[in-house]
Protein backbone atom coordinates (compact mmCIF):
# COMPACT_ATOMS: atom_id res chain seq x y z
CA UNK A 1 0.00 0.00 0.00
CA UNK A 2 1.56 3.75 -0.43
CA UNK A 3 1.62 6.29 1.70
CA UNK A 4 -0.93 8.30 2.38
CA UNK A 5 -1.01 10.95 -0.38
CA UNK A 6 -1.17 14.73 0.09
CA UNK A 7 -4.59 16.09 0.79
CA UNK A 8 -4.38 18.44 -2.13
CA UNK A 9 -3.64 15.53 -4.86
CA UNK A 10 -6.91 13.73 -3.25
CA UNK A 11 -8.93 16.55 -3.58
CA UNK A 12 -7.68 16.95 -7.65
CA UNK A 13 -8.89 13.80 -8.27
CA UNK A 14 -12.89 13.81 -6.93
CA UNK A 15 -14.00 17.12 -8.37
CA UNK A 16 -15.96 16.63 -11.27
CA UNK A 17 -14.82 17.73 -14.16
CA UNK A 18 -17.95 20.48 -14.19
CA UNK A 19 -17.01 21.99 -11.00
CA UNK A 20 -13.62 22.25 -12.03
CA UNK A 21 -13.87 25.89 -12.35
CA UNK A 22 -15.44 26.77 -9.09
CA UNK A 23 -14.09 23.84 -6.87
CA UNK A 24 -11.06 25.24 -5.13
CA UNK A 25 -8.90 23.58 -2.88
CA UNK A 26 -7.16 25.86 -0.52
CA UNK A 27 -3.88 24.08 0.80
CA UNK A 28 -5.24 21.83 3.21
CA UNK A 29 -1.36 20.66 4.50
CA UNK A 30 -0.76 20.06 8.10
CA UNK A 31 1.69 23.13 8.13
CA UNK A 32 -0.75 25.65 6.98
CA UNK A 33 -1.10 28.47 9.69
CA UNK A 34 -4.11 31.03 9.34
CA UNK A 35 -2.49 33.81 7.37
CA UNK A 36 -3.70 36.93 5.30
CA UNK A 37 -0.38 37.35 3.54
CA UNK A 38 -1.18 39.58 0.45
CA UNK A 39 -4.74 39.53 1.08
CA UNK A 40 -7.00 43.01 1.55
CA UNK A 41 -9.54 43.08 4.10
CA UNK A 42 -12.37 45.81 4.83
CA UNK A 43 -14.01 45.93 8.41
CA UNK A 44 -17.02 48.18 8.69
CA UNK A 45 -17.55 49.79 12.12
CA UNK A 46 -13.49 48.98 12.53
CA UNK A 47 -13.32 52.03 14.78
CA UNK A 48 -13.68 50.80 18.36
CA UNK A 49 -15.26 47.38 19.84
CA UNK A 50 -15.46 44.29 17.93
CA UNK A 51 -14.53 45.69 14.46
CA UNK A 52 -10.95 47.48 15.75
CA UNK A 53 -9.70 43.87 16.98
CA UNK A 54 -10.76 42.13 14.36
CA UNK A 55 -8.52 44.78 12.10
CA UNK A 56 -5.70 44.26 14.63
CA UNK A 57 -5.68 40.51 14.11
CA UNK A 58 -5.98 40.67 10.50
CA UNK A 59 -3.34 42.96 10.10
CA UNK A 60 -1.38 41.02 13.10
CA UNK A 61 -1.98 37.81 10.51
CA UNK A 62 -0.29 39.68 7.76
CA UNK A 63 -3.69 41.34 5.94
CA UNK A 64 -3.88 45.34 4.74
CA UNK A 65 -7.11 46.61 6.42
CA UNK A 66 -9.46 49.32 5.43
CA UNK A 67 -11.55 50.52 8.18
CA UNK A 68 -15.02 52.32 6.35
CA UNK A 69 -16.52 53.98 10.10
CA UNK A 70 -18.38 57.47 10.54
CA UNK A 71 -16.51 58.19 13.63
CA UNK A 72 -13.37 59.74 12.34
CA UNK A 73 -11.65 60.83 15.58
CA UNK A 74 -11.64 57.13 16.49
CA UNK A 75 -11.06 55.41 12.99
CA UNK A 76 -8.28 57.39 12.92
CA UNK A 77 -7.32 56.66 16.04
CA UNK A 78 -7.27 52.91 15.64
CA UNK A 79 -5.20 53.34 12.20
CA UNK A 80 -2.74 55.16 13.75
CA UNK A 81 -2.37 52.47 15.75
CA UNK A 82 -1.59 50.09 13.34
CA UNK A 83 0.04 52.25 11.02
CA UNK A 84 2.62 53.12 13.84
CA UNK A 85 2.93 49.25 14.68
CA UNK A 86 3.96 48.71 11.26
CA UNK A 87 0.81 47.47 9.51
CA UNK A 88 -0.76 48.27 6.57
CA UNK A 89 -3.66 50.07 7.17
CA UNK A 90 -6.69 53.24 6.14
CA UNK A 91 -9.72 54.49 7.43
CA UNK A 92 -11.99 55.47 4.69
CA UNK A 93 -15.12 57.29 6.10
CA UNK A 94 -18.27 56.32 5.51
CA UNK A 95 -22.15 56.41 6.53
CA UNK A 96 -22.67 52.42 5.80
CA UNK A 97 -26.40 53.41 5.49
CA UNK A 98 -25.84 55.31 3.04
CA UNK A 99 -25.24 53.71 -0.30
CA UNK A 100 -23.01 56.44 -2.48
CA UNK A 101 -21.12 56.38 0.76
CA UNK A 102 -20.10 52.65 0.44
CA UNK A 103 -19.68 52.63 -3.39
CA UNK A 104 -17.48 55.41 -2.72
CA UNK A 105 -15.17 54.09 0.01
CA UNK A 106 -15.49 50.47 -2.11
CA UNK A 107 -13.70 52.45 -5.06
CA UNK A 108 -11.17 54.16 -2.87
CA UNK A 109 -9.99 50.81 -1.33
CA UNK A 110 -9.94 49.12 -4.61
CA UNK A 111 -7.79 52.18 -6.05
CA UNK A 112 -5.73 51.51 -3.15
CA UNK A 113 -4.83 48.32 -2.87
CA UNK A 114 -5.89 46.76 -6.04
CA UNK A 115 -8.39 44.06 -5.09
CA UNK A 116 -10.50 42.65 -2.30
CA UNK A 117 -10.27 39.16 -0.35
CA UNK A 118 -12.34 39.60 2.96
CA UNK A 119 -15.25 41.81 4.23
CA UNK A 120 -16.04 41.89 7.89
CA UNK A 121 -19.85 43.99 7.71
CA UNK A 122 -19.97 44.66 11.40
CA UNK A 123 -21.27 48.38 11.60
CA UNK A 124 -24.38 48.49 14.20
CA UNK A 125 -26.04 50.16 16.44
CA UNK A 126 -27.98 49.29 19.81
CA UNK A 127 -31.68 50.79 20.00
CA UNK A 128 -34.72 50.14 22.20
CA UNK A 129 -38.13 49.74 22.04
CA UNK A 130 -41.21 47.09 21.60
CA UNK A 131 -43.44 47.21 18.15
CA UNK A 132 -45.73 49.72 20.19
CA UNK A 133 -42.76 52.33 21.82
CA UNK A 134 -40.03 51.55 18.59
CA UNK A 135 -40.66 55.49 16.34
CA UNK A 136 -40.79 54.72 12.62
CA UNK A 137 -37.22 56.81 12.67
CA UNK A 138 -35.72 54.62 15.51
CA UNK A 139 -37.22 51.43 13.06
CA UNK A 140 -35.79 53.19 10.31
CA UNK A 141 -32.17 53.87 11.56
CA UNK A 142 -31.94 50.59 12.86
CA UNK A 143 -32.64 48.71 9.62
CA UNK A 144 -30.30 51.85 7.24
CA UNK A 145 -27.24 50.89 9.65
CA UNK A 146 -27.72 46.90 10.41
CA UNK A 147 -29.44 45.95 7.16
CA UNK A 148 -29.12 48.33 4.47
CA UNK A 149 -25.17 48.65 5.80
CA UNK A 150 -24.87 44.95 5.35
CA UNK A 151 -26.55 44.79 1.45
CA UNK A 152 -24.65 47.78 0.48
CA UNK A 153 -21.17 46.22 1.76
CA UNK A 154 -21.91 43.51 0.36
CA UNK A 155 -23.12 44.73 -2.63
CA UNK A 156 -19.98 46.49 -3.25
CA UNK A 157 -17.54 44.32 -2.48
CA UNK A 158 -18.45 41.64 -3.80
CA UNK A 159 -18.12 42.66 -7.54
CA UNK A 160 -14.15 43.44 -6.48
CA UNK A 161 -13.64 39.62 -4.69
CA UNK A 162 -15.26 38.33 -8.15
CA UNK A 163 -12.67 40.20 -9.98
CA UNK A 164 -9.96 38.61 -7.58
CA UNK A 165 -11.14 35.41 -7.85
CA UNK A 166 -13.37 34.72 -4.87
CA UNK A 167 -13.28 36.03 -1.06
CA UNK A 168 -14.92 35.43 2.48
CA UNK A 169 -17.45 37.66 4.13
CA UNK A 170 -18.10 37.54 7.68
CA UNK A 171 -21.19 39.35 9.03
CA UNK A 172 -21.30 40.51 12.70
CA UNK A 173 -24.95 38.99 13.36
CA UNK A 174 -26.05 38.68 17.02
CA UNK A 175 -27.72 35.86 19.69
CA UNK A 176 -30.20 38.31 18.94
CA UNK A 177 -30.57 36.56 15.31
CA UNK A 178 -31.54 33.58 16.57
CA UNK A 179 -33.54 34.25 19.90
CA UNK A 180 -35.41 37.86 20.94
CA UNK A 181 -34.63 39.85 23.73
CA UNK A 182 -37.10 41.89 25.05
CA UNK A 183 -37.97 45.25 24.25
CA UNK A 184 -35.21 45.20 21.49
CA UNK A 185 -38.04 44.83 18.46
CA UNK A 186 -35.95 46.92 15.78
CA UNK A 187 -32.66 45.66 17.03
CA UNK A 188 -33.76 41.92 17.09
CA UNK A 189 -35.73 41.83 13.58
CA UNK A 190 -32.44 43.85 11.96
CA UNK A 191 -30.10 40.81 13.12
CA UNK A 192 -32.70 38.06 12.35
CA UNK A 193 -32.43 40.10 8.80
CA UNK A 194 -28.97 39.70 8.66
CA UNK A 195 -28.56 36.42 8.83
CA UNK A 196 -31.01 36.10 5.91
CA UNK A 197 -28.57 38.03 3.97
CA UNK A 198 -25.57 35.54 5.13
CA UNK A 199 -27.43 32.69 3.93
CA UNK A 200 -28.74 34.19 0.70
CA UNK A 201 -24.70 35.05 -0.24
CA UNK A 202 -23.67 31.68 0.59
CA UNK A 203 -26.37 30.20 -1.55
CA UNK A 204 -25.89 32.66 -4.34
CA UNK A 205 -22.14 32.83 -4.85
CA UNK A 206 -21.10 29.54 -3.58
CA UNK A 207 -20.11 28.69 -6.79
CA UNK A 208 -18.18 31.90 -7.67
CA UNK A 209 -15.65 30.88 -4.69
CA UNK A 210 -17.23 33.43 -2.42
CA UNK A 211 -18.38 31.86 1.63
CA UNK A 212 -20.66 33.65 3.44
CA UNK A 213 -21.16 33.43 7.41
CA UNK A 214 -21.79 35.04 10.36
CA UNK A 215 -20.88 35.07 13.99
CA UNK A 216 -23.59 35.56 16.61
CA UNK A 217 -21.74 37.48 19.67
CA UNK A 218 -23.46 37.34 23.16
CA UNK A 219 -22.36 40.10 25.59
CA UNK A 220 -19.49 41.22 24.68
CA UNK A 221 -17.57 44.27 26.08
CA UNK A 222 -17.07 47.44 23.73
CA UNK A 223 -18.50 50.80 23.87
CA UNK A 224 -21.98 50.04 22.39
CA UNK A 225 -22.50 47.60 25.70
CA UNK A 226 -21.51 50.27 28.08
CA UNK A 227 -23.62 52.62 26.30
CA UNK A 228 -26.64 50.12 26.82
CA UNK A 229 -25.32 50.00 30.50
CA UNK A 230 -24.48 53.41 30.57
CA UNK A 231 -28.49 54.25 30.05
CA UNK A 232 -29.73 52.06 32.88
CA UNK A 233 -29.32 53.42 36.93
CA UNK A 234 -27.13 51.13 37.99
CA UNK A 235 -24.40 50.33 34.63
CA UNK A 236 -22.03 47.96 36.83
CA UNK A 237 -25.48 46.17 38.38
CA UNK A 238 -26.33 45.53 34.23
CA UNK A 239 -22.49 44.19 33.64
CA UNK A 240 -22.71 42.19 36.24
CA UNK A 241 -26.22 40.74 35.48
CA UNK A 242 -24.82 40.28 32.23
CA UNK A 243 -21.52 38.41 33.34
CA UNK A 244 -24.05 36.02 35.40
CA UNK A 245 -26.30 35.52 32.58
CA UNK A 246 -23.37 33.68 30.09
CA UNK A 247 -22.82 30.24 31.53
CA UNK A 248 -18.97 31.00 31.52
CA UNK A 249 -19.52 33.45 33.77
CA UNK A 250 -18.46 36.96 32.27
CA UNK A 251 -19.03 38.97 29.47
CA UNK A 252 -16.86 38.41 25.93
CA UNK A 253 -14.05 40.59 25.25
CA UNK A 254 -14.35 42.10 21.35
CA UNK A 255 -10.69 39.63 20.71
CA UNK A 256 -13.03 36.59 21.55
CA UNK A 257 -15.35 37.71 18.82
CA UNK A 258 -12.58 38.81 16.25
CA UNK A 259 -10.68 35.41 16.86
CA UNK A 260 -13.93 33.62 15.50
CA UNK A 261 -14.20 36.20 12.28
CA UNK A 262 -10.75 35.97 11.35
CA UNK A 263 -11.37 32.17 11.62
CA UNK A 264 -14.26 32.15 9.10
CA UNK A 265 -12.43 34.71 6.90
CA UNK A 266 -9.58 32.19 6.40
CA UNK A 267 -8.99 29.08 4.72
CA UNK A 268 -9.49 27.23 7.69
CA UNK A 269 -12.97 27.74 7.36
CA UNK A 270 -12.67 26.65 3.29
CA UNK A 271 -15.80 24.34 3.57
CA UNK A 272 -17.89 26.66 5.77
CA UNK A 273 -20.17 28.60 3.88
CA UNK A 274 -23.99 29.79 5.29
CA UNK A 275 -23.70 29.32 9.31
CA UNK A 276 -23.85 31.03 12.13
CA UNK A 277 -21.09 30.50 14.72
CA UNK A 278 -22.24 31.39 17.73
CA UNK A 279 -20.04 33.08 20.58
CA UNK A 280 -21.70 33.68 23.59
CA UNK A 281 -19.95 31.75 26.22
CA UNK A 282 -22.72 29.14 26.15
CA UNK A 283 -25.70 31.73 26.58
CA UNK A 284 -27.70 30.42 24.43
CA UNK A 285 -27.26 26.66 25.52
CA UNK A 286 -29.62 26.37 28.98
CA UNK A 287 -33.61 25.53 27.74
CA UNK A 288 -35.50 28.35 27.58
CA UNK A 289 -32.33 30.73 28.13
CA UNK A 290 -30.96 31.56 31.69
CA UNK A 291 -34.86 32.99 32.76
CA UNK A 292 -36.09 29.15 32.70
CA UNK A 293 -32.91 28.76 35.17
CA UNK A 294 -33.82 31.01 37.47
CA UNK A 295 -37.24 29.94 37.93
CA UNK A 296 -35.33 27.83 40.15
CA UNK A 297 -36.89 24.22 38.31
CA UNK A 298 -33.77 21.70 38.83
CA UNK A 299 -32.35 22.97 42.10
CA UNK A 300 -34.03 20.35 44.27
CA UNK A 301 -31.25 17.93 44.63
CA UNK A 302 -30.14 14.91 42.32
CA UNK A 303 -32.50 12.17 41.71
N1 LIG B 1 -21.22 44.32 22.09
C1 LIG B 1 -22.10 43.34 22.09
O1 LIG B 1 -22.50 42.85 23.16
C2 LIG B 1 -22.62 42.79 20.78
C3 LIG B 1 -23.32 41.58 20.81
C4 LIG B 1 -23.80 41.05 19.63
C5 LIG B 1 -23.57 41.72 18.44
N2 LIG B 1 -22.90 42.91 18.44
C6 LIG B 1 -22.70 43.56 17.15
O2 LIG B 1 -21.32 43.75 16.94
C7 LIG B 1 -21.14 44.81 16.01
C8 LIG B 1 -20.06 45.75 16.53
O3 LIG B 1 -20.53 46.37 17.70
P1 LIG B 1 -19.61 46.65 18.98
O4 LIG B 1 -20.24 45.96 20.11
O5 LIG B 1 -18.20 46.42 18.66
O6 LIG B 1 -19.95 48.20 19.22
P2 LIG B 1 -19.15 49.53 18.91
O7 LIG B 1 -20.10 50.63 19.15
O8 LIG B 1 -17.85 49.53 19.62
O9 LIG B 1 -18.82 49.41 17.35
C9 LIG B 1 -19.70 49.76 16.34
C10 LIG B 1 -18.93 50.49 15.26
O10 LIG B 1 -19.81 50.73 14.18
C11 LIG B 1 -19.67 52.08 13.78
N3 LIG B 1 -20.90 52.54 13.16
C12 LIG B 1 -22.13 52.64 13.72
N4 LIG B 1 -23.00 53.09 12.81
C13 LIG B 1 -22.32 53.27 11.66
C14 LIG B 1 -22.67 53.72 10.37
N5 LIG B 1 -23.92 54.10 10.07
N6 LIG B 1 -21.72 53.76 9.42
C15 LIG B 1 -20.45 53.41 9.70
N7 LIG B 1 -20.05 52.99 10.91
C16 LIG B 1 -20.98 52.92 11.88
C17 LIG B 1 -19.34 52.84 15.07
O11 LIG B 1 -18.76 54.10 14.79
C18 LIG B 1 -18.40 51.86 15.72
O12 LIG B 1 -17.08 52.03 15.29
C19 LIG B 1 -22.51 45.47 15.83
O13 LIG B 1 -23.07 45.04 14.62
C20 LIG B 1 -23.30 44.93 17.01
O14 LIG B 1 -24.68 44.91 16.74
C21 LIG B 1 -22.41 43.44 19.57
Known amino acids: MTPMSPHKSQSAQI ?18 SIRFDGKVAVVTGGATGIGAATARKLCGLGASVAILDRNIEAAQETVDALLNAGHTASFHRCDVALEADVKNAMDAVLQRYGTLNVLV ?23 D ?5 CF ?7 PAMLASGGGAIVIVASVQSLTAVANSAAYVAAKHAVLGITRSIALDFARKNIRANCVCPGSIDTPMLRW ?3 RTASPEKVIEGCSRMHPLGRIG ?3 EVA ?14 TGTSLVVD ?23
Open 281 to 303: GGLLVPTGGMGFQDSGIGTGGAE
Open 152 to 158: YSTKYAI
Open 121 to 143: SNAGIQRYGDVMSTSVGIWDETF
Open 259 to 272: NAIVFLASDWASFI
Open 228 to 230: SAD
Open 253 to 255: RPE
Open 145 to 149: VHVKG
Open 15 to 32: VPENLKTVAKYPDLSDSM
